[in-house]
């Protein structure tokens, strides 16, 4: 007989065919006088390779089976209908033995399998093999690590503890302790939505954290979306590549802090890039505010979406630290002791202060942008006002930088830029570029100079009672433009940028009022009463230079001062690769 499968003729004998399919006694019986003995078979499983394995066995020819076939032959032998009802220990009943006995009990058998699976998911559904599959695999990535004695995968760098401290620590010496992720990287072979189904099997099986779930997700990612560790590749395809970013999110563990809060900025930023939906890209903000205050400054340079005028997406960063607001305001102190061990000085506003330096890191370098608008630098600096740190050099130098890169700003725009930073949390470096800096109105270098003389007297309460209520009301605390009897063009000259002749007359008292503190300071026996009369002496001569500059025209123009200098790191990340997996053959005759 002659059997078409596809474009191949096979040329074989009836007898053997027949006796142990019941598909092709059914053709040949339907076969009429004018066709002979020739019957054609279009949709068998495998195409022609399957149905000569099938023919092989029929014939009682050795057939070798290994992961890479042994699908695509169970489903020809199906298609084919080789039941123990033709013939005792027929090609199905030897099929499924070596799968139970054989391929289900291997970890990377299995995961081959199910990758073949992927050209007849229809009918390897339909027979179980995918199902048989997930189920063994899903087991043995729970098991308890103590127990797993099969081979793997497992590429990344060791920690020194797993290793026996030393690098001559070998097997001979101490056993390879297994780590608990020891099975993530051989299954980022499969295709997202085989992979899909495995996590969900292991996380049905409720027997590996969050965190190893976390790191699986993590490892995938790195290994499947090109680029990933540095932005998300230009020339991709994008259908299919957002399938997998809106998978990967709906994967993530559900508890807090399994996954970096880097890992899932960066997931953000694929998001963004490729166009995910609404509900992923949420879900991902919810995430990171929740976990914000583990973030770094290159984490938030997310890149402005296209068409738009600023380099770093601003408002996605408002967002997240809007959404961080809200979330810390409903959380209790307690759920902040992750901080602890990093920031026990801060306590249980550990959090808080910690998105404040990140973001005045973030500020510093959005402010070299050009086109940034002040009200977008401004916002997120009023975002975290409320939040207190120790220190606000960080703010300081982000305003500074932007006042450098937008020199054509007005003055009540300086003013307003300048209102974010409180001048008693200036460090004595910074307070000592503060009363250098042109670019600064004058109201701010009098209260640097103001409260640089309170922090070197000790005595803020008596100095501040005895200026003048128009001098006090300069100052933070004091009531800005409500109580004083000064005209606008007073105000305009508070407002204004500093020529150098001001900057030095200041300079120039405020090291007067040093040496007079210093003196009074190396006389140990003066009396309280003494003391209060000194104070006195030096508000007469703060209140001097105050009269001085309040009585001075008003000033336009701006001197060039030295730049602040910083700088910032890169994140790199390296992409793991697994090594092929051997194939177990087996053969049946």
Known sequence: MVVNVGDVKFYLHKFPLLSKSARLQKLVAATNDANGDEIHIQDIPGGPAAFEVCAKFCYGMTVTLNAYNVVTARCAAEYLEMYETIEKGNLIYKIDVFLNSSIFRSWKDSIIVLQTTKSLLRWSEELKVVSHCLDSIASKASIDTSKVEWSYTYNRKKIASENGNSPQWNDARKPQMVPKDWWVEDLCELPIDLYKRVIV??????????DVIGEALNAYTLRRLPGFSKGVNQNIDFVKYRSLVETIVWLLPTEKGVVSCSFLLRLLR?????????????????????QLPEATMNDLLIRAPPGEATVYDVDMVQNLVEEFVTHSSQTEPVDNEFLGSRSPKFGPDASKVLVAKLIDCYLAEIARDP???????VNLGETIASFSRPSHDGLYRAIDMYLKEHPGISKSERKRICKLMDCRKLSAEACMHAVQNERLPLRVVVQVLFFEQVRATASAE??????????????PGGSHGSSRSTTTNTEEDWDSVPTADDIKALKGELATLRLGSNDSGNEAAKSDV????ASRMKGLVMSKIFSKLWSSKERHGEISSSDTSDSHGSVNAEETKSTPSRSRRHSLS
């Open 201 to 210: 099997t292991i996380k049905t099986k409720g027997r590996v954290s969050g």
């Open 270 to 290: 694929a998001a963004i890039f490729l166009d995910c939906g609404e509900t992923e890209r949420n879900e991902l903000m919810r995430r990171i505010a929740q």
């Open 371 to 377: 086109n940034l608008h002040l009200s977008k630098f």
């Open 462 to 475: 008596n100095s501040t009672s005895d200026l003048p209520g128009s001098i006090r009301a300069l100052l």
């Open 530 to 533: 003494e003391k209060v009369a």
